[in-house]
């Protein structure tokens, strides 16, 4: 996407607000975490019976407190201007949402854990509102340009 005789479209102020939502949806997605973690915590701590299964449970939990401090938002630019944009997180997230873990397979799982999901689910329309009122006039504007041409 050229800039060039654009003059609606301000990349500087789009790549802000992008990174405004990156930032709140990543504390979200951290914040579902740690919901989680505290419910499961209290669950698995009321079945545990034996050391072994306490040790169990303790590694649970760490991996899972280790995944909100560990969700690491990211995006591309092409030619200055974002065009995407993603989250990355240790293997553990994907384990919890999909209800697996070593010794769990998924032909009997444990309960799934969707964290994620809800939260992009909810915050993708704002993204979409925000590239629809950054990139609407520089779309009519190229559209025009290129009818003088």
Request: proline share 3%; glycine share 8%.
């Amino acid at each position: 996407m050229s800039n060039e005789g654009i003059s609606n479209f301000l990349p500087k102020e789009y790549n802000r607000d992008i990174k405004k939502w990156q930032v709140a949806t990543k504390k979200e997605l951290s914040a579902m975490v740690s919901r989680l973690d505290i419910r499961g915590k209290q669950k698995l701590l009321m079945k545990v019976k034996s050391a072994k299964g306490l040790k169990g449970v303790l590694d649970r939990i760490n991996k899972e407190g280790i995944l909100a401090n560990d969700i690491v938002s990211n995006s591309s630019k092409t030619e200055g201007v974002v065009f995407r944009v993603g989250f990355s997180f240790p293997k553990q997230g994907l384990f919890m949402l999909k209800g697996v873990s070593s010794g769990h397979k998924l032909s009997s799982p444990r309960r799934k854990e969707d964290w994620a999901n809800p939260v992009l689910d909810s915050r993708i329309g704002i993204l979409a509102d925000m590239v629809v009122k950054h990139q609407a006039d520089a779309s009519v504007n190229a559209m025009q340009i290129s009818r003088l041409k």
